[in-house]
């Protein structure tokens, strides 16, 4: 509660000492999706495999928020290698894909991702506390892939009690 009673002061100051990373010079992209596929580590430990998606989880979810805030444009961060078909799919459906690792490989890691989530107009991802972390400076909320017809919203000032019940955390 003492964090969402100074949210704006704590915000403010740490959008002043983090400036650097969220503000990459030369940024040239607006109004757009970051996604964030979390796999490697999630794969290993039981409890995690709840929050492992397959591709078509990830593409449903990516249309649907796509149409819903009218987003062109995805910005895709991984542990793990994108698929040629999953891009393709993407850009068949009138989606621009950013791979931004890619195209900007000598900027620190934290500074590239940093800068996109604070950047973009809605963030997708598998419970990443970084990605959760980010967020919360720029975002009210985040969207989870979903295995149903749905969205799955998270609350940013409200993250602990809007995750999905179904995840066992303990």
């Not at 002061?9 to 650097?20: C, Q, V, Y």
């Not at 892939?145 to 009690?161: G, M, T, Y």
Request: positive net charge.
């Amino acid at each position: 509660k003492m964090v969402l009673k100074h949210k704006k002061l704590i915000t403010k100051n740490i959008i002043f000492g983090f400036d650097e990373f969220i503000n990459l010079k030369g940024f040239k992209y607006n109004d757009f999706l970051v996604v964030h596929i979390r796999r490697s580590d999630f794969l290993n430990v039981n409890r995690y495999k709840e929050l492992n998606y397959d591709d078509q989880i990830w593409l449903k979810s990516i249309l649907r928020i796509s149409k819903l805030q009218n987003l062109k444009k995805v910005a895709i961060f991984s542990d793990s290698i994108i698929d040629n078909f999953f891009i393709s799919y993407l850009e068949m459906n009138g989606i621009e894909v950013i791979l931004p690792e890619d195209e900007n490989q000598d900027i620190n890691f934290l500074k590239l991702f940093s800068s996109y989530i604070f950047n973009c107009s809605a963030v997708l991802c598998n419970a990443s506390s970084l990605v959760l972390s980010i967020a919360f400076l720029s975002h009210e909320y985040i969207y989870l892939p979903s295995r149903k017809n749905i969205l799955n919203k998270v609350v940013l000032n409200d993250a602990h009690n809007s995750y999905p019940t179904n995840l066992n955390w303990n």
